[in-house]
C-alpha cells in the first residue's frame, strides 16, 4: 500500500474522529466518496453507513457509489442509503439497477434498502421473497426490524411457518409478531404452530398470536 493511499485513508478516519459527519466533515467524506483509490472510497462510505444523514449531497453521492466498480463500496453506500430511509427516494432508480448486480450480498443489501425507503415500491419483493424461502435467517431478522410496513411478506412467512428447519419457524413467527395486527390473515397458521413438536416453535407462534391480537383496535 503506497504512502499517499495510507495519508489519505488516515485523514478520512481523522475527519470522522474529530469532527463527527456533520457539516464539514461531511462534506469531506463526500469528496473522498470520489477517489481514484477503492480503500479510500471504502472507508468513507464505511462512515457514512455508521450514521444516517438526511442530506441531499450525501444521498446524491451514495447514489452515484451504488454503481462504484468496488463490490464492497456498492453494499455500504446502498446499506447507508437504507439507513437514510424515504429521505433518499431519489436512490431508487438506481437501486432497481443494483437489483440485478453481480453481487449476491449487493442485490440483497438493495431490496432491504428500497423496502426501507419506500415499501410501496414491491419491485424489491421477488429479491427479498426468494432469500426468505431459502431460509436465510438474516434475511428473515432484516424483514422482521420493518415492522407493520413488511406486510407485504405476511403470505411468505406463512409458509415458513412449516419450514424443516425450526429456527426458521421461529424467525417466521417472530416477524408476524412484530408486524402486529396487518399479520391477522396469519393467525390460522400460528394457531396449527402452537401444536408444533418443538417447544420454541410453539412459544413464538403463542407469542405472535398474542402481539397481534393485542395490538389490534380495541384488542
Known sequence: MSINLLVRRSYVALCVIVCGCGGDAASKLVAELGDSEAPVRRTAVRALAERSIADDRVVAALTKCVADSDAEVRYFSIEALGKTGSDAKSSLGALKLALQDAEPRVRLAAALAMARIDPQDRSFMPTL??????????????????????????????????????QVRVLAEHDLGRIGPEASSALPALQAAMQDSNPAVKRAAEEASKQIHRQKPGG
Not at 420493518?146 to 424443516?164: F, K, N, Y
Open 129 to 166: 421473497v426468494s432469500s426468505m424461502r431459502e431460509g436465510d435467517g438474516g434475511t428473515l431478522r432484516e424483514v422482521g426490524s420493518l415492522g407493520p410496513s413488511a406486510v407485504w411478506a405476511v403470505p411468505t412467512l406463512c409458509e415458513l411457518v412449516s419450514h424443516p428447519l425450526p
